[in-house]
């Protein structure tokens, strides 16, 4: 079976296609790099100016629903009792809803936290409606 010329040229435009579609989507799912900085830099104030209004939140000790400045104070407790050695985001993406979520390694010393946050739009601004860091027991 012989395939035309064009039909190949079609094939490889489509791949092509695909392929910078896909760049392009991973660029938009790219979470906010002050969020990251505030993560690597142990800044509860920076963290929590992207906080939602509440917030689901999970600290060692620490499970529930809070108010902005609340989460912010636990997790300024966190980042006091963890100093952050690294921050590094393994995996991230985007929902069909619009909502960002992110997964990476918080690591303080010897300990390792697994970190887990979702952001949602609200007012036209990705607020991370949910944030997790968990001990990590590999």
């Known amino acids: 079976m012989k395939i035309s010329y064009l039909t190949r040229s079609a094939v490889v435009v489509s791949v092509l ?21 505030a993560m690597k830099a142990g800044s509860a104030r920076d963290l929590g100016v992207f906080f939602n209004n509440p ?3 999970t600290t ?39 909502s960002q979520y992110a997964i990476g390694s918080y690591r303080s010393g010897s300990n390792v936290f697994r970190t887990y946050f979702l952001l949602k739009v ?8 949910q944030l997790k860091f968990e001990a990590d027991e590999d």
Request: charged share 15%.
């Open 60 to 98: 060692p000790g620490n499970e529930g629903t809070y108010g902005k400045s609340q989460a912010e104070m636990i997790v300024r407790g966190f980042f006091q009792k963890y100093p952050p050695s690294s921050f590094s985001i393994s995996h991230h993406g985007k929902s069909n809803d619009g």
């Open 55 to 57: 917030i689901d939140l």
């Open 17 to 37: 296609l695909f392929f910078f579609i896909g760049i392009t989507s991973q660029a938009q799912t790219e979470i906010n790099p002050k969020i990251q900085a």
């Open 122 to 129: 609200i007012g036209g601004q990705p607020l991370i409606h």
